[in-house]
């Protein structure tokens, strides 16, 4: 038996899957689910959905930067080498033009919760 919180969750998801059948669904891991590496699976459970855009920084920062985060300098930061963010204008409304154009992939974004 599911509880009522779990069912919203599944329609939820269902009904992004149905609206938006070419986007990827994309399952983001709570942290605490696979904190230690004592066992090969790990349980879960299914938490929100909606429909984001995300991004991969290069190599030396590993977590995945959300769009709806709007977060323009830090992910400018983050993403870009040193001397391209050096050289940004100070307008968050100039470096937003930078932020958009970054690679972001769109897709129904679903986070996996600790079981409970």
Request: hydrophobic share 40%; proline share 9%; charged share 30%.
């Amino acid at each position: 038996m599911i509880t009522e919180k779990e069912r919203k969750s599944h329609e939820e998801l269902f009904k992004l899957m149905q609206d938006n059948p070419d986007l990827p669904v994309i399952p983001f891991v709570d942290g605490e689910i696979v904190a230690g590496d004592d066992f090969g699976i790990w349980m879960g459970s299914w938490g929100t959905s909606c429909v984001d855009e995300y991004l991969i920084p290069p190599q030396n920062y590993k977590p995945v930067i959300f769009k709806s985060d709007d977060d323009v300098f830090d992910t400018l930061e983050k993403f870009l080498p040193g001397e391209e963010f050096d050289i940004l204008p100070e307008s968050e409304e100039e470096c937003r033009k930078v932020f958009d154009a970054l690679p972001w992939t769109k897709a129904i974004v679903v986070n996996i919760d600790l079981p409970g």
